[in-house]
């Protein structure tokens, strides 16, 4: 399961069936004529027998695994699917003789149908159903996906009618033109990699003591910082941390992650204890803010490596040394003291932006 700002990515199955079902009801089975619930695709020696319904055509097909598809939940209703599934499940698609004689290599899967509840157009849900059939075939293992949209140039045309998406919505989710196919469509492809199976580890957090002396307090109160950051990001797979749920922003957990870093390095090692090393995450394509642009869910299990290593570094640089003792430049001067307080406010800041994303991205929630 994986989420996808307000809504629930799943996959379908005999779990997800009668939620399934219940929107293809609404729609009187969608597709094509009369209602084809999404069988059309699938080869006749599947769909052929004049005696089965289309809805027992289906649900038939799931419940043997022969049928794939993201579900976009509202709650426990769903509001949009996007069928995907091998060439092999999916044979059928429009303009195939075009498609076959100009074929190079062909995919591992194809998306061949996209369809959004009547109430929910237009607002973006079928992108998130895009979304996550690319995320399904990546926890798959991944590989080549086509898509099949409608090349519309601009043009408006019924929603209804555009019954596998649009190829700008294709190119804002990474796919890439490869030919045309018929009056109005074109294929599209993307390379899709599998997902991480790494799972960001658990982490243990003591909470500070209520009574202690000064250095005791300020070493507590920013090792259960550090340790909060962590549990945020608990459980999570590198796709999902690298997730960035608010779209007008580049905040994520890897990201955050990285950045706290690149803090732990920049103010303890090189301005406090002036070591000579360079910073982390550093860009001249990105200055403000690479640790961001540039997460990368491949790299998060060595970037939480990376992040472990600067914390245990950051605290033998302040080993032995008096909260009273200055650094700075020509410009400030500060003590350690106010460093401890700096970053703890620093934690407590980024640490209000993890967990909102955890909630936006699974909704968890809790301290």
């Known amino acids: 399961m994986s989420a996808s700002g307000q809504y629930t990515i799943r996959p379908l199955g005999a779990d997800t069936w009668d939620a399934y079902a219940q929107m293809l009801d609404k729609h009187h089975g969608a597709g094509f004529g009369s209602g084809c619930w999404c069988t059309w695709f699938h080869p006749r020696s599947e769909t052929g027998d004049s005696a089965e319904s289309?809805?027992?055509?289906?649900?038939?097909?799931?419940?043997?695994?022969?049928?794939?598809?993201?579900?976009?939940?509202?709650?426990?209703?769903?509001?949009?699917?996007?069928?995907?599934?091998?060439?092999?499940?999916?044979?059928?698609?429009?303009?195939?003789?075009?498609?076959?004689?100009?074929?190079?290599?062909?995919?591992?899967?194809?998306?061949?149908?996209?369809?959004?509840?009547?109430?929910?157009?237009?607002?973006?849900?079928?992108?998130?159903?895009?979304?996550?059939?690319?995320?399904?075939?990546?926890?798959?293992?991944?590989?080549?996906v086509e898509g099949y949209p409608h090349d519309t140039a601009g043009k408006k045309f019924s929603a209804t009618f555009l019954y596998n998406g649009t190829r700008g919505m294709y190119e804002k989710a990474g796919f890439s033109y490869d030919r045309p196919k018929g009056k109005n469509n074109c294929v599209m492809r993307k390379a899709v990699p599998a997902a991480s199976t790494w799972i960001a580890p658990a982490a243990e957090r003591p909470d500070p003591p209520y009574l202690a002396d000064e250095r005791a307090r300020l070493d507590s109160w920013l090792d259960f910082h550090r340790a909060t950051l962590l549990h945020k990001?608990?459980?999570?797979?590198?796709?999902?941390?690298?997730?960035?749920?608010?779209?007008?922003?580049?905040?994520?957990?890897?990201?955050?992650?990285?950045?706290?870093?690149?803090?732990?390095?920049?103010?303890?090692?090189i301005r406090f204890a002036r070591e000579d090393v360079d910073g982390l995450y550093e860009s001249p394509d990105h200055r403000e803010g690479a640790e961001f642009a540039l997460a990368d869910p491949a790299a998060a299990q060595t970037d939480f490596a990376t992040y472990r290593a600067e914390v245990a570094l950051a605290r033998a640089a302040v080993q032995g040394r008096q909260l009273d003792e200055r650094f700075g430049d020509e410009h400030v001067t500060a003590d350690l003291r106010w460093l401890y307080a700096h970053m703890i406010g620093e934690y407590a800041r980024h640490n209000g932006h993890a967990d909102m994303i955890r909630e936006l991205l699974d909704g968890t929630t809790g301290r």
């Open 54 to 144: 289309g809805r027992a055509c289906k649900e038939r097909l799931v419940r043997e695994g022969k049928a794939h598809a993201a579900l976009v939940f509202d709650g426990d209703v769903v509001v949009a699917w996007c069928q995907f599934g091998t060439p092999e499940e999916l044979p059928g698609i429009h303009h195939r003789k075009e498609y076959e004689a100009n074929l190079v290599s062909p995919p591992d899967y194809r998306v061949t149908c996209i369809f959004v509840d009547r109430n929910y157009r237009r607002e973006g849900v079928a992108r998130a159903a895009l979304d996550g059939a690319v995320d399904l075939i990546a926890e798959a293992g991944g590989g080549v």
């Open 233 to 269: 990001c608990a459980g999570l797979t590198g796709d999902q941390l690298a997730e960035r749920p608010v779209s007008s922003s580049e905040l994520s957990l890897l990201g955050l992650v990285r950045h706290m870093a690149a803090n732990e390095r920049i103010w303890f090692r």
